[in-house]
């Protein structure tokens, strides 16, 4: 692979294409999906409802960083200067540039700062970048289908995902605040809930990095089309909620035949729908749904 800035090869400075920590790549951050700019919910204090800001106007999406992991495999002295050539036509730059590599296309950026790591005969850099507008489009969505996991009633396998954890679900949300004026005493404050935050942690495969980066599209699409997404979750329980914080994607694995990365989905959830599935014992009393959970009447 080949990279460069401003339509400079990285391999005038001397550095060549190292590996990001948990990674086999040297590049990490372009495939995330960036959280929301500007208040994405409002949470009323009369009855603890969450107004959720979800039409195609509200929804606008952050930049995101960029690190590319390098290696110059030279004396100090001459790392030395490569390093201070490079910082030059850094500080020369008036506007964005393309970040280019020749896998994974063009990204508009800012440069915000390089580290330099020194060891015996070798200097490892880290160039930390920040897209402000990434192009997020060109995501298409999967068919419909039954599974066990789906988003908007499409099989989380049909983006490649596959599902290790679900967590969040269930739990009893904080107070949004506590004040009072009360004051030889605690005081306390009755109002709405905090919302909970329902995550979904996975990964996601593919057999070629073009097939990962078309599932890593669809899921852009889908978290941030309008209007609140569906989750089911383990066939009974249905997730009303929409994404605020984005997500990541980490420990970016390319082999021949295998593209593999970790995505954790994080919901605001606004409406949880139980579906329960009746078994009868003598009484006709038992209910459980169908992964064994029991709700005892």
């Not at 790549?25 to 929301?36: E, N, S």
């Not at 004396?75 to 393309?98: G, H």
């Amino acid at each position: 692979m080949s990279y460069s800035l401003n339509n400079i090869p990285l391999s005038d400075y001397g550095i060549k294409a190292s590996q990001a920590p948990g990674s086999n790549v040297a590049l990490t951050g372009h495939f995330d999906l960036p959280k929301r700019l500007h208040k994405p919910y409002q949470i009323w204090d009369d009855g603890g409802e969450i107004e959720a800001f979800v039409d195609a106007d509200d929804i606008m999406i952050a930049g995101r960083e960029l690190r590319f992991y390098g290696l110059i495999k030279e004396s100090r002295n001459i790392t030395a200067i490569y390093l201070d050539q490079l910082q030059k036509d850094i500080e020369a730059f008036t506007d964005l540039v393309v970040f280019h590599s020749d896998v994974y296309g063009d990204f508009n950026v800012k440069v915000k700062k390089i580290d330099p790591i020194y060891y015996n005969g070798v200097t490892s850099i880290i160039i930390t970048m920040r897209e402000p507008q990434p192009d997020l489009t060109g995501g298409v969505l999967p068919a419909t289908g039954d599974d066990k996991y789906t988003a908007d009633s499409i099989p989380l396998k049909s983006f490649g995902m596959y599902v290790r954890k679900v967590s969040g679900r269930g739990h009893t949300a904080a107070k949004t605040k506590e004040y009072s004026t009360i004051w030889d005493k605690e005081g306390y404050h009755i109002n709405g809930l905090t919302p909970n935050e329902v995550r979904v942690e996975g990964f996601v495969k593919a057999d070629t990095l073009l097939g990962f980066q078309s599932h890593i599209k669809a899921l852009w699409k889908l978290l941030t089309d309008p209007g609140l997404r569906l989750l089911h979750l383990n066939n009974y329980v249905t997730i009303h909620g929409f994404m605020v914080g984005g997500f990541q994607v980490t420990g970016f694995l390319k082999t021949e035949n295998t593209v593999i990365a970790n995505v954790d989905l994080k919901f605001i959830n606004v409406k949880e729908v139980l579906t329960v599935f009746t078994h009868d014992d003598v009484n006709g009393k038992v209910m459980a749904t169908e992964d064994g959970k029991l709700f005892i009447l």
